[in-house]
C-alpha cells in the first residue's frame, strides 16, 4: 500500500524526539539519499537508520497534517544487489489513537521504505502492499539498467499480483494464493512450481494474455473477453502459451499458478 503523503525534497518538517529526554522541537530538511532517509537537522546534526528512531515528523499533505513515528528500522537483504532500508511507522489518528503505518507483510514486518517519486521527492510505501513487494523483487522504477524498463516492470508485477488482467485497478486475486512470478530478464527466476501451470503474460497495461484466471469465482475467461476486447484472441491455453509471450516483446512478466474449477452454484 502507499499512503497519500508525498515527500518533497528538502520539505522543512517539525521533528520532535521522544525518547527519555522531554520532547525537544526541531527543524530540518529530510532527504532521500539511494534508498535511505537522510535527517538534517538546523544544529549540524546528520540522523539516518537507527538515529531516526523516536523521531515524530510531523507531515503536510496539502489539506491537514500528519503524524507520523518511526519506531525502527532494519535492512531487507533479499534483494541481492543492495539492501532495502525499511522503516517501521506509526500513525495518529484523526481520534488521537496512534497504530501502526502499515500492515504486517508476509514476514510478519510492520515496515515501509522510501523510494524516489521521479520529481524530486519521495514515496513511502509498505512492504505488505502489491507495490512493496514488487520493488522488493527486484522491479526498482528508479534504477535504469540498459534494456530493461524497470518503471515497466514494477507496474506489469503490481497487475499480476493484483490479478489485475486489464489494468483498470479492478483486482481478483484473493489473499494467500500462492504463484510462481518471473520474468524475461533474468531478475526472477522461474524456478519449481510443482501443480503449476502457465496463467498470464504481463505488461505495464496489464496481461497481455491470459490461460486461465488465477480465481474462477471472480472472474471467468468468457468475463474477461467481454469486458477487456482488447484481450479477445489471447484468451485460453491455446491463445496464451509461455512460449508465445517469450517471442512477444510486450510481455514481461509471466506467472503460474494452480488451475482451480469454479465452485458450482
Not at 525534497?9 to 524526539?17: D, T, V
Not at 500492515?103 to 521527492?121: I, L, M, N, T, V
Not at 497487475?159 to 510462481?180: E, F, K, M, Q, V
Amino acid at each position: 500500500m502507499r499512503k497519500s503523503f508525498l515527500i518533497a525534497l528538502g520539505l522543512i518538517l517539525a521533528l520532535a524526539f521522544e525518547r527519555a529526554q522531554p520532547v525537544l522541537a526541531l527543524e530540518g530538511q529530510i532527504r532521500l539519499e539511494e534508498t535511505e532517509l537522510v535527517l538534517r537537522l538546523e544544529d549540524g546534526r546528520v540522523l539516518r537508520r537507527d538515529g531516526l528512531i523516536g523521531l515524530k515528523l510531523i507531515l503536510g499533505n496539502g489539506q491537514q497534517d500528519v503524524e507520523v513515528r518511526i519506531d525502527g528500522f532494519e535492512e531487507d537483504r533479499t534483494i541481492l544487489r543492495a539492501p532495502m532500508p525499511l522503516y517501521r511507522l506509526s500513525v495518529r489518528q484523526a481520534d488521537g489513537s496512534v497504530g501502526d503505518l502499515c500492515h504486517p507483510d508476509p514476514s510478519g514486518r510492520h515496515a515501509a521504505f522510501a523510494f524516489p517519486d521521479g520529481k524530486g521527492g519521495f514515496n513511502l510505501t509498505c512492504t505488505s502492499g502489491a507495490e512493496g513487494k514488487c520493488v522488493l523483487f527486484g522491479y526498482r522504477p528508479w534504477e535504469t539498467r540498459e534494456g530493461v524498463p524497470m518503471r515497466d516492470l514494477l507496474q506489469a508485477c503490481i497487475h499480476l499480483l493484483r490479478a489485475d488482467y486489464g489494468g483498470d485497478d479492478r483486482p481478483s486475486t484473493r489473499n494467500g494464493t500462492l504463484i510462481n512470478l518471473y520474468d524475461r530478464f533474468g531478475i526472477q527466476d522461474p524456478g519449481a512450481a510443482d501443480g503449476m501451470e502457465f496463467e498470464a503474460a504481463w505488461g505495464p497495461e496489464g496481461a497481455v494474455c491470459v490461460a486461465h484466471p488465477r480465481i474462477p469465482d471472480t472472474i471467468t475467461l468468457e468475463q474477461l473477453a467481454e469486458r477487456y476486447p482488447r484481450l479477445e484472441g489471447h484468451l485460453g491455453p491455446e491463445a496464451c502459451s509461455e512460449d508465445a509471450m517469450r517471442a512477444n516483446s510486450h510481455a514481461l512478466i509471466f506467472n503460474q499458478s494452480v488451475v482451480v474449477a469454479p465452485l458450482r452454484k
